[in-house]
């Protein structure tokens, strides 16, 4: 399978989060506790918590590695081929839809 579009969707979203939590004075490499949460805006209506946006970010990297690894888009319960339609709404997600559900 090609997932070159998938690869290069996980990485404009790793980076865009990682934006939003450098705004916010976050650097998740560094491993860094959240003791507080704070909000993080991603512009226009979009608002999501710090926390929020640290997990996403370590289920981006996750997903990265699984491309790496041969793994990605199959599902990490059942192993079943994890549908184009659920990898188009969840990118990062390591489960199918029947899994995630």
């Known amino acids: 399978m090609d997932f070159s579009t998938r690869k290069q969707t996980l990485e404009v979203l790793r980076m865009e989060l990682a934006g939003m939590l450098a705004t916010a004075g976050l650097r ?3 491993g860094q506790a ?3 949460m704070p909000r993080v805006s991603g512009g226009g209506a979009r ?3 710090a926390r929020a946006s640290l997990d996403e970010l370590r289920r981006v990297d996750a997903a990265l590695a699984r491309l790496r690894e041969g ?3 199959f599902c990490q319960i ?3 081929d994890i549908a184009d339609d ?3 709404q969840r990118p990062a997600s390591p489960f199918c839809k ?3 559900l």
């Open 47 to 49: 608002e999501l918590p």
């Open 98 to 100: 029947s899994c995630a």
């Open 86 to 88: 659920w990898l188009d």
């Open 71 to 73: 793994s990605y888009g």
């Open 34 to 36: 959240l003791r507080q």
């Open 28 to 30: 998740p490499e560094a």
């Open 78 to 80: 059942c192993g079943d």
